[in-house]
């Protein structure tokens, strides 16, 4: 199957994975609204007065309390920035707006409103997570986090008021920097980044989504922002509010991946993806991903590798492999101790960092764990520069093969004892015959045969294990087998009942794509008994090959859903399922739903029934 033939948007300030979770609310990455990248596309022309229907977003000219916009920065999924000139202090600055396109409208007077009374609490829920992020942002106080001057509601909506910051973001100096970077210089960052997230954490929050692509290194000083907290959390005595989060498969500890009673998320969380960064950093690649470490670990310790050895001090080796433990308790627990590790000195210029022992959360405490013996590894292969591919190893997961059932051979087993009689002594007085000696224990029995593992055919069609009677959703093929480089893969789909349509795709080429809804088609409701034709014009769907067959499942859903908890990344048009995150994930819960399901996403006003259908089809590219 080919990409559609559409032209993807141009790199430009936003080199960042796109998000994209069905129509419901989504979080634009801060790096694309208030970065200005040197070379990078420069921005489009500012939609004309009245061309709102077509971006919602505010034309240049329009004031607001003392700023006047000058033209559109970018706009995601849940709001728009825009350059603008505060006429009070005379200086540019960005304004972020809340503007969920897929819940709200614009009227002429400028005016945001949602889409019709069942969007309304949607709405209200992302406006005031809108705010609350403001509120977070005004009360730090850093060069290294990012500043709210101010935020108000006006409108309809809210507002909040930023630098205008210009620079390019870690990830693209990586990129441009093919043969490694200097010690030095990445220490510098570091300095400046674990202050700003020790800042966070005294507060109790968390930002969960650090990566290259979310430190941003300022135009002329370098020094580091950090950028994106639309996955940060407060986290208030013992209560969690779930958020929904696009996890990056390199960076995200197995702890993001599930709510586990025994790995609770705090500080410990930051600093496994900080560690992740700096291994990207010294070697040029991101480790292995976290879930399919907690099964088979792959990892190899960056301090028994000679080469880098040689151009980074053990120190640091060091610190990012203890960084990088796959168990949280087993990883430095604040920033403090990440600092102490690092060798960076405590500095007065923040808030005190949490002394070594302070933590926050019930993860469970313990001293640094058992040093794991390095192993030679071969010396990175750096990518070609200038080409943004430095940090795409992050999504080629690399995983070494799940063992089977023989483990247990090797646990705690013992030398046979050999046992040998005494010659027995002739002279000797006949003695009381000894009582038989026990026998010896018996082995322990082997633990149970892990379950097989689904195949991705199989996970696909799991998908229908749960569906609930009498949901009846059929797809059809046009055509059942196409010629590759002639035919266009097309297809229809009808419900029994209204919903939000998802369709999967196990491709010939055997990739695993959330096909529908994607980056260029996000509406995909369909009404009992309407016909649904995909894919849509703006996305045509060529028969490019392997030969092969193409597995199809569609669901339609009752209510929207969350795939965050899937290992679904977001690269291009199409979000994708990396088969070695999928099979990890399937082995962590064996005989449960496939974790392509993901969840419903229910009002919190009424219990969550999790109502569907699921219908399959193949074609066959020949």
């Known amino acids: 199957m080919n990409e559609p033939s559409t032209p993807l948007p141009p790199e430009g300030g936003d080199d960042r994975t796109q998000v994209m ?6 979080r634009e990455a801060d790096a694309a609204t208030v970065v200005s990248s040197p070379g990078a596309r420069p921005p489009a ?9 077509d971006t919602g977003t505010l034309p240049a000219g329009s004031r607001m309390a003392e700023f006047e916009i000058t033209h559109l920065i970018g706009q995601g999924g849940f709001g728009a920035v825009y350059e603008a000139w505060d006429h009070t202090l005379e200086r540019t600055v960005a304004i972020k707006e809340y503007l969920p396109t897929s819940l709200s409208t614009r009227a002429h007077d400028g005016t945001v409103s949602p889409l019709s009374e069942k969007h309304k609490e949607t709405f209200d829920l992302g406006m005031r997570s809108f705010i609350n992020e403001a509120r977070l942002l005004a009360q730090f106080d850093h060069p290294s986090l990012l500043k709210v001057y101010r ?3 006006e409108r309809g909506t809210t507002y909040m008021v930023m630098p205008l910051y210009r620079g390019q973001t870690m990830r693209q100096a990586l990129a441009s920097t093919p043969a490694g970077v200097d010690e030095g210089w990445l220490m510098r960052i570091m300095d400046g980044v674990t202050q700003a997230l020790a800042v966070m954490h005294n507060a109790n929050c968390y930002h969960r989504d650090i990566a290259p692509d979310n430190i941003m290194l300022l135009e002329g000083s370098g020094r580091p922002v950090v950028l994106d907290f639309g996955a940060a959390r407060r986290v208030i005595t013992d209560k969690t509010q779930a958020i929904t989060v696009i996890l990056k498969p ?11 009673p025994d790995m609770s998320q705090g500080a410990w969380t930051d600093v496994y993806a900080l560690a992740a960064v700096m291994h990207v950093a010294v070697c040029g690649r991101a480790p292995p991903p976290s879930v399919a470490r907690l099964i088979s670990d792959s990892y190899v310790p960056l301090a028994g590798n000679e080469v880098l050895r040689q ?9 990012i492999d203890h960084g990088l433990q796959v168990r949280p308790e087993a990883r430095p627990q604040s920033m403090g101790e990440l600092r102490a590790e690092l060798g960076l000195e405590e500095t007065t210029t923040i808030a005190p960092l949490r002394s070594s022992g302070a933590r926050s959360g019930t993860a469970p405490t313990a001293a640094r764990g058992p040093k794991t013996t390095p192993h030679p590894m071969p010396a990175p292969a750096p990518g070609p520069g200038g080409n943004g591919r430095l940090l795409a190893a992050g999504g080629v997961l690399a995983l070494a093969v799940i063992g089977g059932g023989t483990w247990w051979w090797m646990q705690g087993r013992k030398a046979d004892a050999v046992v040998a009689s005494a010659p027995p002594t002739v002279a ?3 003695a009381p015959a000894a009582a038989p000696e026990p026998p010896p224990p018996a082995p322990p029995a082997p633990p149970p045969a892990p379950a097989a593992r689904r195949t991705p055919l199989q996970s696909l069609e799991a998908l229908g294990a749960g569906a609930t009677a009498g949901f009846g959703v059929t797809a059809t093929p046009r055509k059942a087998e196409v010629s590759v480089g002639r035919d266009k893969l097309d297809f229809e789909v009808r419900s029994q009942r209204d919903g939000f349509v998802y369709v999967y795709l196990l491709s010939s080429g ?3 794509f959330l096909l529908f809804p994607n980056l260029l088609d996000k509406y995909n409701k369909i009404t009992a008994g309407s016909t649904l034709s995909l894919p849509r014009a703006s996305w045509p769907m060529n028969a490019g090959g392997p030969p092969g067959t193409n597995h199809f499942a569609v669901l339609v859903s009752q209510n929207e859903r969350d795939f965050s908890e899937s290992g679904v990344q977001n690269d291009g048009v199409f979000p994708q399922f990396p088969l070695t995150v999928l099979s990890a994930l399937e082995s962590a819960r064996p005989g449960g739903p496939t974790p392509l399901l993901g969840k419903p996403v229910c009002p919190s006003s009424a219990p969550c029934q999790d109502v569907y259908g699921v219908g399959t089809f193949k074609i066959v590219e020949k």
């Open 21 to 26: 979770t069905g129509r419901g609310p989504a």
């Open 45 to 53: 022309p500012p939609p004309a007065a009245g061309s709102g229907a």
């Open 151 to 153: 935020f108000w509601q």
């Open 250 to 260: 390199g960076y995200a500890p197995v702890e993001q991946y599930a709510e586990m």
């Open 311 to 319: 151009r980074y001090s053990v120190r640091l080796l060091e610190a």
């Open 428 to 430: 000797a007085p006949a």
């Open 510 to 512: 055997g990739e695993m």
